[in-house]
Nanobody, 119 residues
Framework: QVQVAESGGGKVQAGGSLRLSCAASGSVFSIDRMGWYRQAPGQAREFVATITTRGRTNYADSAKGRFAISSDNAKNVVYLQMNNLKSEDTAVYYC?????????????WGQGTQVTVSS
């Protein structure tokens, strides 16, 4: 069993910053990458950023220049530093962990943490 738990969400004014954290626990073997998605009310879940265990990062265009993803592989933790937040960043942020399984991957998701940005 794998557990994925996010923390660090909250309310902030536009222009402010938040740091999200996510920890994977349980049978955490062969993690390939960890990352973040978000879902705003009435919208589909969308990609935000990922980081591989080798440190390779990938960002959505909306996150580039404002968000920074980092990880601590020894602790199976991933962070998302969000700066210069905008009202359109308001969403539930979900952490995902991908494990290498054979030639593919198994993905696990957290329950999400709410981020609300007021203008």
């Amino acid at each position: 069993q794998v557990q994925v738990a996010e923390s660090g969400g909250g309310k902030v004014q536009a222009g402010g910053s938040l740091r999200l954290s996510c920890a994977a626990s349980g049978s955490v073997f062969s993690i390939d990458r960890m990352g973040w998605y978000r879902q705003a009310p009435g919208q589909a879940r969308e990609f935000v950023a990922t980081i591989t265990t080798r440190g390779r990062t990938n960002y959505a265009d909306s996150a580039k220049g404002r968000f920074a993803i980092s990880s601590d592989n020894a602790k199976n933790v991933v962070y998302l530093q969000m700066n210069n937040l905008k009202s359109e960043d308001t969403a539930v942020y979900y952490c995902t962990v991908a494990f290498s399984v054979g030639l593919g991957y198994d993905d696990y998701w957290g329950q999400g943490t709410q981020v609300t940005v007021s203008s």
